[in-house]
């Protein structure tokens, strides 16, 4: 039997005890792994040194050895984040809606844990801990599989989160692939029958590897390749404001814009001044040739840059005739993610919030409010991008399942 | 380009009209679909003959011919149901919920089409009408792919509920797949970014071999190892009815019982009546060393036994030592569809129905009632046994996504 299998085993017999603890037992389970991470922290600073070391000996770059990165503040933040979990409500348990059927049998829909979850993810050690809390929280084992460049940090990581559960005998709960290989990924990737689902967190690459080999049942997070349409009636200030928010604030988010669409009525006005003030925050403009033609410093957008998610200080800008034509660009690039319009007409926000097939359609805002935490759920898992299960932000309840429980009399089924 | 991907081309086109469709608009093409079977009764039995006359050469079993046939009763009882499909409530832009978050955006949860669903199924002709109605219904497009066994009938049906929707401009929301090989089937599993879900109906390898060959989200259906344990303190009569119920009422259903557990205390009792009541019944008992004392006809019952879906009037017995030893059996091989406790402890009643583990667990009642129509829904498109998006019976909500529309006044990401 493979280590993995062993470690699956153990996640599925806890999963069990895990589904009917009380809440208070998970939340000082919580409150635990807190003290542990703040008692632990010269033991996680000294693991992580040495993913620090050979990511730099391999040359990876800045921003990936920034993510790797755990310094005091950053296990004091991790330590907070659990303890936040714990004073959120949970979710299991709650009865979603209860009736009585024609052979008067009492039918209630309880929400449950959905049993084993499984979370494959890069090299960011702070991921380890907020998935295990948010898991805990909802009653469910984990089994993480984080990348080889964090291997020390995640293993100091759930060494201390297990050393936390162990007096309350729930060490299984949180549990590290501690093999790092890709044989070993995809082995997990179809532990049908152990793990009730997997939520890849990462690059597009990653994610589309886990869609692609696993027999489980994934939820797709992530990739965002967002538009704001900015229709004749906008008001351009706001719309100027808004597309310079989506874009800079943090480019690297999958919730940032990376295509503007622009009516053609009010492109000669809105142009010069949007493609300045971005130009001014470091954004390097794609545009076609009404686009081009503003300044000279705008280069082509091509259908690939339409296709990129760029992640980066790049916009691509394209003018539209019509609301009708921005649907349609955004039905052929969109990966669903975040999709706005800004607008003053109520028949145009009407027909883009119906018509445009994205997790979050946005009127008049910033994209950037795709998450969680924006969104008041309190805690975040990752971002769905299918239409399974859950769409958009993941808080708590989305970490569950339901079942049904039956209350009988002796019916029989005529 | 293969024949299949342009028909995914058509059903995702289409996916977008059918979303913004009004209810009376899909109630009418469901009207105008029932109308065309009532129609086309005899294109329909004659192409129907085709697949019965084929099956026949193949020495085709019994009750598979029976499944295949199509009589003017069956093309009415399909027109019926379509019918009713038509009156029941539209789940597409509900509210789920609304809120105002930290920024003062309005945050509205509403319910969506899931966009093209995908049926694979096997030689059940029925259940090309009653998908397709299901799914147009709740604003989806549908690519079917039935069993070779049935492709004349399922040509037929397509044929007529598109010449149907035809006038509407629709015929594209109702696709069948029209070449049955198995390489088809497998390249309808990995159509990612054109089908949005797929949903096997059929037997547990058909469902099996989606699972593990497809690309795209599944909701996996079906398979139901089902138990009712008999507690010390239920009531013995009504056990011995609600078991004979659960087993004989239909035994080819996924929700039959397939082993009894019960009890020690009261297993002299209830025993000689069980088996006497079963046998009488035509049911075939299989039981441990209690069990076979009874009586010389009891077989003894294998792990296999346990392990095994029967579909058939054979039953497995055994006695067990508490409601503990009782949930530890189910934990074990239980496909988690649905699971019963007939019992007159308060006490024993909350810990089955919290520790054991399924979609449906009920208390006194029959296993009979996880069932769509049972439970109320008006519709059952399969009955999930996995956690992710839908668990147990599936109605016209299960058919839908979510979509998270925000209307704002210019708010940006601090």
Redesign the interface.
């Known amino acids: 039997m493979s280590d993995l299998i062993k470690q699956a085993e153990q996640a599925k017999k806890m999963a069990?005890q895990l589904?009917?603890l009380s809440t208070p037992a998970k939340n000082n389970a919580l409150k635990a792994i807190a003290i542990a991470l703040r008692e632990d922290v010269a033991y996680l600073l000294n693991e992580n040194k040495k993913d620090l070391e050979s990511a730099e000996a391999n040359g990876v770059a800045k921003p990936m050895l920034a993510r790797l990165l755990i310094d005091e503040a950053a296990v004091e933040a991790m330590a907070i984040g659990v303890e936040q979990v714990a004073t959120l409500p949970d979710p299991v348990g709650e009865r979603v809606q209860s009736?009585v059927?024609?052979?008067g049998?009492r039918?209630s829909e309880e929400r449950?844990p959905?049993?084993v979850i499984g979370i494959i993810y890069e090299s960011r050690p702070n991921v380890t801990v907020d998935a295990a809390a948010l898991c805990l929280k909802t009653g469910n084992a984990t089994i993480l599989r984080g990348g080889k460049e964090a291997i020390h940090s995640n293993r100091a990581l759930v060494k201390v989160i297990q050393k936390a559960l162990q007096p309350l005998q729930l060490e299984f709960a949180v549990q590290l692939v501690q093999d790092t290989s890709r044989e070993t990924a995809k082995e997990l990737m179809k532990l049908?029958g152990f793990i009730?689902?997997l939520i890849p967190r990462g690059s597009a690459g990653l994610i589309q590897t886990v869609?692609?080999e696993a027999?489980v049942?994934?939820?797709?997070t992530g990739t965002g390749n967002c538009h704001i349409y900015i229709d004749q009636s906008a008001?351009l200030m706001?719309a100027i404001?808004?597309v310079s928010?989506a874009k800079v604030?943090r480019p690297s988010a999958c919730n940032a814009v990376e295509t503007v669409l622009v009516h053609e009525e009010i492109a000669a006005e809105i142009l010069p001044r949007l493609v300045g003030t971005l130009e001014d925050q470091g954004v390097e403009i794609r545009g076609d040739e009404t686009v081009q033609a503003i300044k000279e410093t705008v280069k082509e957008a091509t259908v690939s840059d339409y296709e990129t998610e760029f992640l980066d200080l790049i916009l691509a800008i394209k003018v539209v005739p019509s609301t009708t034509a921005a649907i349609a660009h955004i039905?052929q690039y969109s990966t669903k993610h975040s999709e706005a319009i800004l607008t003053n007409s109520y028949r145009d926000?009407q027909v883009f919030?119906?018509?445009v097939?994205?997790?979050?359609?946005?009127?008049?805002?910033?994209t950037?409010?795709t998450d969680g935490f924006?969104?008041?759920f309190g805690a975040e898992i990752g971002i769905s991008t299918?239409?399974?299960?859950a769409?958009?932000p993941m808080g708590l309840p989305q970490l569950t399942?339901?079942?049904?429980?039956?209350?009988?009399?002796?019916?029989?089924?005529r």
Chains 1, 2 share one sequence.
């Open positions: 069990y589904a009917i009736w059927n024609e052979a049998l039918i449950v959905l049993g049908n009730d689902v869609v692609k027999t049942p994934v939820i797709e008001d706001q404001e808004i928010n604030q039905a926000s919030t119906k018509e097939d994205a997790a979050v359609v946005y009127v008049n805002a910033s950037r409010f924006e969104f008041g299918q239409k399974l299960h769409r958009g399942s339901i079942k049904y429980v039956v209350n009988g009399e002796g019916q029989l089924r």
